[in-house]
């Protein structure tokens, strides 16, 4: 078998050669006495086109193949006389390997990412999913070979979890499946405590607080894996199930951490480019027109950096072109943020030193007492992709905000141990897998970019 993707990249060793090529048909059209298909063997977003001619032994079968079928076919690749590509395949035989309902979605015509969205069994057969996704596993790999060359340890922290990390309550919880059997108190409350794991427990928010205590053992760690919230926000850069990459790293602080995010984006953007020119290619023509110029340009200069005081000040004197109120106090929201990076800016900038009151537990207090040592990294197009901090390393410091926060320490003793036993200056980041996808495809929507997506009311396939 000949793949597709090695014919697009090294034409010259295919050219004239005979070869055989397994894939699944996205067109055919027939004429009396020869006929084109349009096959797609799935290494690559680009088919290929084949020709059949009378002379082939099962012809007649041939011209009534659904679009959809997998076929395997026997041929010469020649340089094509049509313009449209630069070779194709003339068929010397072709078997059909499974053939296809007539009622299959995917026709020739162009399908909206909405309708795709229902058929999401299906549409990672289109060219923009296969290129999505293909670009999705490429970026994957390109974090861990990041953290991976530097000497990170990746750690696998838990997916249930008995702690908050975010503390921000937004949790699925976990219980034993069958709702009835669930032992109750006297009250009628379920009683965790007679549950399977002895307390309620929940899916993790956030890996974070685990990867800390690997950050005070091998210094610079990273964990990279599902995180769940149960926001219920229908927003386009939302999802209840997403992946997360979370670095911490010891003996650091704010700088070092910003510096860290600056590297690893840039890395990416180039990496992807490099790995995957065409598909680049391909949503800079058809998904967003601007792509290339906005990755090209971040890669030679330095991100923008900004405190929230000073980003309040400025979206202030804007503050009739936006939905939300702006003051200082309150969180940014998505038109706030993009204004920033996409209007002020125009490149990626942090903001950092937001409002302690707006932010988790375990953010380091600044020397003001009012904020915290946090940053946020903005984008175009998206908004928000980051979101890092220095820890608070100090424990009568980190015990205080807690109470003010009415965490219950119990639960956290693990976790404050870490400042007890030897605790470092140490910081990290969380990097939205969804979101870095969706800044280096220019696509829109999340949903359009995780396989099988969890939203509101969305649990399908
Ligand atoms: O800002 P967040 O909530 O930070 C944390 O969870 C920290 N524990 C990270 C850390 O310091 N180790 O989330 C981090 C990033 C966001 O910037 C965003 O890109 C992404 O995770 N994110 C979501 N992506 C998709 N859908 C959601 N519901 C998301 N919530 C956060
Ligand atoms: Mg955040």
Not at 385 to 407: A, C, N, P, T, V
Request: glycine share 6%; hydrophobic share 40%.
């Amino acid at each position: 078998n000949t793949l597709i993707k090695s014919i697009y990249r090294d034409t010259q060793a295919y050219l004239n050669q005979e070869i055989q090529i397994s894939g699944w048909v996205r067109t055919l059209r027939v004429s009396k006495a020869f006929g084109f298909i349009e096959i797609n063997d799935g290494t690559f977003f680009k088919s290929i086109q084949v020709v059949f001619e009378e002379s082939l032994s099962n012809f007649e079968e041939i011209s009534k193949v659904a679009t959809g079928s997998s076929l395997i076919i026997k041929g010469l690749l020649v340089e094509s006389p049509g313009a449209k590509q630069p070779f194709e395949l003339k068929a010397q035989s072709i078997v059909i390997e499974g053939s296809c309902s007539m009622d299959y979605p995917l026709q020739k015509k162009r399908h909206s990412f909405e309708y795709l969205r229902t058929i999401a069994h299906l549409r990672p057969r289109t060219n923009t999913f296969s290129a999505v996704f293909r670009v999705r596993s490429l970026v994957a790999y390109a974090i861990h070979k990041f953290f991976q060359d530097k000497g990170f340890v990746y750690v696998h922290t838990p997916i249930i979890t008995g702690s908050d990390a975010e503390g921000a309550g937004e949790m699925f919880q976990v219980t034993t499946l069958d709702l009835d059997a669930l032992p109750r108190t006297e009250e009628g409350q379920i009683d965790f405590a007679k549950d399977f794991f002895g307390k309620e427990t929940n899916l993790t928010v956030s890996g974070q607080l685990n990867a800390e205590t690997y950050c005070m053992a091998f210094r610079n760690v990273y964990t990279f894996g599902p995180t769940f919230r149960a926001e219920n926000s229908n927003t386009a850069r939302h999802a209840a199930e997403f992946w997360m990459i979370e670095p911490e790293i010891a003996f650091a602080d704010l700088q070092d951490d910003m510096e860290l995010a600056e590297e690893m984006m840039k890395y990416l953007i180039t990496y992807v480019l490099e790995h995957a020119p065409e598909e680049m290619a391909f949503f800079n023509e058809f998904v967003d027109k601007t792509l290339f110029s906005r990755l090209e340009n971040i890669v030679n200069s330095d991100f923008g950096r900004i405190t929230y005081t000073e980003a309040i000040e400025i979206l202030q004197k804007e503050k009739d072109r936006f939905e939300f109120p702006v003051e200082w106090g309150t969180d940014l929201q998505t038109e706030h943020e993009r204004f920033l990076t996409e209007q002020i800016f125009k490149k990626p900038v942090f903001v950092i030193d937001y409002p302690k009151d707006i932010k988790a537990f375990y953010m380091r207090l600044n020397d003001d007492e009012k904020t915290v040592a946090a940053m946020d990294l903005l984008v175009p197009g998206v908004g928000e992709i980051i979101g890092g901090s220095q820890r608070e390393e100090r424990l009568d410091y980190l015990e205080k905000r807690m109470d003010e926060m009415g965490l219950h320490k119990e639960d956290y003793g693990w976790y404050l141990d870490l400042r007890k036993y030897g605790g470092t200056r140490h910081a990290g980041y969380g990097l939205g897998f969804e979101r870095v996808i969706m800044y280096l495809t220019g696509i829109s929507n999340i949903r359009d970019v995780v396989a099988f997506p969890r939203t509101v009311k969305n649990a399908d396939f």
